[in-house]
Nanobody, 123 residues
């Protein structure tokens, strides 16, 4: 049974940093591309960042490019999202997701999802 568990969310002021973690179990982690998505109240879930199986390639939404960094540690079965220079518009529930083999950026292309962690950025 595949399980993804996020951690690291919280309440911070604008300009602060947070690092989210997503630990996987029940899967051969290095066989899966990983992604981070977020959903703000009243809005659809949106792509934030993705990383290929061995971290050769990374992808970012334009809204976070230059501020967020996705990385992974396959030995620890964990993917990270370093978020710097946070803005109030980054407030959302952040979820990690996994899909086998090829990297993707669309919600519908990911097979497994975590429950999410709340990130709130105050102005």
């Amino acid at each position: 049974q595949v399980e993804l568990v996020e951690s690291g969310g919280g309440l911070v002021q604008a300009g602060a940093s947070l690092r989210l973690s997503c630990a996987g179990s029940g899967l051969t982690f290095s066989n899966y591309a990983m992604g981070w998505f977020r959903q703000a109240p009243g809005k659809e879930r949106e792509f934030v960042a993705a990383i290929s199986r061995h971290a050769v390639s990374t992808y970012y939404a334009d809204s976070v490019k230059g501020r967020f960094t996705i990385s992974r540690d396959n030995a620890k079965k964990t993917v990270y999202l370093q978020m710097n220079s946070l803005k109030p518009e980054d407030t959302a529930v952040y979820s990690c997701a996994a899909r086998p083999w090829a990297t993707a950026t669309a919600v519908r292309e990911f097979d497994y999802w975590g429950q999410g962690t709340q990130v709130t950025v105050s102005s």
